[in-house]
C-alpha cells in the first residue's frame, strides 16, 4: 500500500467521521443527508483541493461498499408485505416511467448522440431505496399503508434498473443475457429454497454462541453469501449488483428464524459495517469521481441539473402520483417526491454510459448533481407533505 492511497485513506476516514456532525449542525436550520454531505466532502477533497486520489485500493473498497449498499436494501425487503396489489402498481409505475424516461432520453439524445438516450433514460427511473429507508424507519412511515406504497415502489425503482443495466447497457446480446438472467434468478430461487430449511439445533447453537465472540459466524456467513453471488453475477456476465440485491433478499429468509436477540445484534453489526465503514468510502469516492470542470465550464450542461430534477419527478413520480387518486393530495404528491429521491443507481449508471463512451463527462456530472439535488430535497417534501400524518395511513 502506497503512501498516496494511505494518505488518502486518512482523509477519505475524515470526511466519513465529519459528515454526520456536520449534518447534525445543519439540522436547525435544514435537514442535509448524510450521504449529500459525503459525496460533497468528496468533491472537496478530490477534483477541488486534490489532496485525496482513487487508485487500486480505494477503488476497491468502494465497489465493496456498493455492493454492501446493494446488500442492505434487499435484507429491507420483506416480498410477504408488498406482494399483491402494492407490487403490482409499483411494477406498473416502474413500466410507466421506463417507457418516459426513453422517451426523454430520445429527446435529449442530441446532447451526447444517439446512444446516450438509453443512459440517460435508465438513470431518470431509479430510486434511492437505499437512501429512503432509514428516513422512513425514523418516521415511523414503514408501518403504514403509506409507508408499503413507498417500499414497494422504491424495491422495485432499484431492482428494475438493475435488471434494465443487464440487458440494455452491460451486453451487445439481450437474448443471451435474458437466458443468462433466468439461469440466474433460478440459482437465486435455489440460494432461497436452501435458506428457508430450519435450522439445524447445532447451527443453530454454534450461531447464537458467536454472536459476541471471534467466531462471528453470522457475519461470516453474510460475507460468504455477498461475495459467493456477486461471483456468480459476475461469472454469468450481469451486473455484480443484481448479485449483491439478490444476495440480501436471501439473508432475509435465512435470518427469518433467527431470535430477538440475534436480529437486533446482526442488524447492528450489518449496519455498522455498511454504514459505518464501506459505504460512506463508495459516496465519497463518487464525489472524488466528480467532473466539476465539466460541469462548471459548460453553462448549458449547469443549467440541465435543475431540469433533470424536474425530470425525477415526473418520470419516476408521477405514474405514482396518476395510480393513487382515491388517496388525498399531501400523500399523492409526498409518494411522488419519496419515489423521485435518486442518487447510487444515477452514479452507476452515468458511470457505465462514460467507461462504454455512450455519455459524456459533462452529462453524467449533470446526472450526479441533480440526483444530490433529489436527495437533498425530495425526502424533506415528502416529510412536509405528510406533516402530522406521518406514521399514519391515507385515509
Request: net charge negative.
Amino acid at each position: 500500500m502506497t503512501d498516496t492511497t494511505l494518505s488518502s485513506l486518512v482523509v477519505i476516514a475524515l470526511v466519513a467521521a465529519a459528515a454526520p456532525v456536520v449534518s447534525d449542525l445543519l439540522e436547525r436550520w435544514v435537514s442535509v443527508p448524510t450521504v449529500v454531505l459525503e459525496i460533497a466532502g468528496g468533491i472537496v477533497i478530490g477534483p477541488v483541493l486534490t489532496i485525496a486520489h482513487e487508485d487500486e485500493v480505494i477503488g476497491v473498497l468502494s465497489d465493496l461498499g456498493l455492493a454492501t449498499l446493494m446488500f442492505l436494501a434487499g435484507v429491507e425487503i420483506d416480498l410477504a408485505r408488498v406482494r399483491g396489489r402494492p407490487l403490482n402498481r409499483a411494477l406498473t409505475g416502474w413500466l410507466s416511467s421506463l417507457v418516459l424516461g426513453i422517451a426523454l432520453g430520445v429527446a435529449l439524445a442530441g446532447i451526447d448522440g444517439p446512444r446516450s438516450g438509453l443512459v440517460v433514460g435508465l438513470a431518470v427511473t431509479t430510486t434511492a431505496l437505499g437512501t429512503l429507508l432509514p428516513i422512513l424507519r425514523d418516521s415511523g412511515e414503514l408501518r403504514t399503508d403509506f409507508g408499503t406504497e413507498v417500499l414497494a415502489g422504491a424495491a422495485v425503482g432499484e431492482l428494475g434498473p438493475l435488471v434494465a443495466i443487464a440487458l440494455l447497457l452491460s451486453t451487445d446480446r439481450p437474448a443471451h443475457t435474458v437466458v443468462v438472467l433466468v439461469a440466474f434468478v433460478a440459482i437465486a430461487l435455489a440460494a432461497a429454497a436452501l435458506a428457508m430449511r430450519p435450522r439445524g439445533r447445532r447451527l443453530g447453537r454454534v450461531l447464537d454462541a458467536t454472536l459476541e465472540t471471534s467466531g462471528q459466524l453470522v457475519v461470516r456467513v453474510v460475507v460468504l453469501l455477498l461475495v459467493t453471488m456477486v461471483w456468480v453475477a459476475a461469472e454469468l456476465g450481469l451486473d455484480v449488483l443484481l448479485g449483491a440485491f439478490a444476495a440480501g433478499m436471501v439473508f432475509r429468509l435465512f435470518s427469518a428464524e433467527a431470535s430477538d436477540r440475534e436480529a437486533e445484534m446482526v442488524e447492528a453489526k450489518l449496519q455498522g459495517l455498511g454504514f459505518g465503514f464501506l459505504i460512506p468510502v463508495f459516496f465519497i469516492v463518487s464525489g472524488i469521481r466528480f467532473d466539476v470542470d465539466a460541469l462548471v465550464e459548460d453553462p448549458i450542461i449547469l443549467l440541465a441539473v435543475p431540469a433533470f430534477v424536474v425530470a425525477f419527478l415526473l418520470v419516476r413520480g408521477g405514474p405514482a402520483f396518476l395510480q393513487h387518486r382515491a388517496w388525498p393530495l399531501p400523500d399523492r404528491l409526498a409518494l411522488s417526491f419519496y419515489l423521485a429521491t435518486e442518487l447510487p443507481l444515477v452514479v452507476v449508471i452515468t458511470g457505465i454510459g462514460v467507461e462504454t463512451g455512450r455519455l459524456s463527462t459533462a452529462t453524467a456530472a449533470a446526472l450526479v448533481a441533480a440526483a444530490m439535488v433529489s436527495v437533498l430535497i425530495m425526502p424533506l417534501a415528502a416529510a412536509h407533505l405528510r406533516g402530522d400524518r406521518a406514521g399514519v395511513a391515507p385515509d
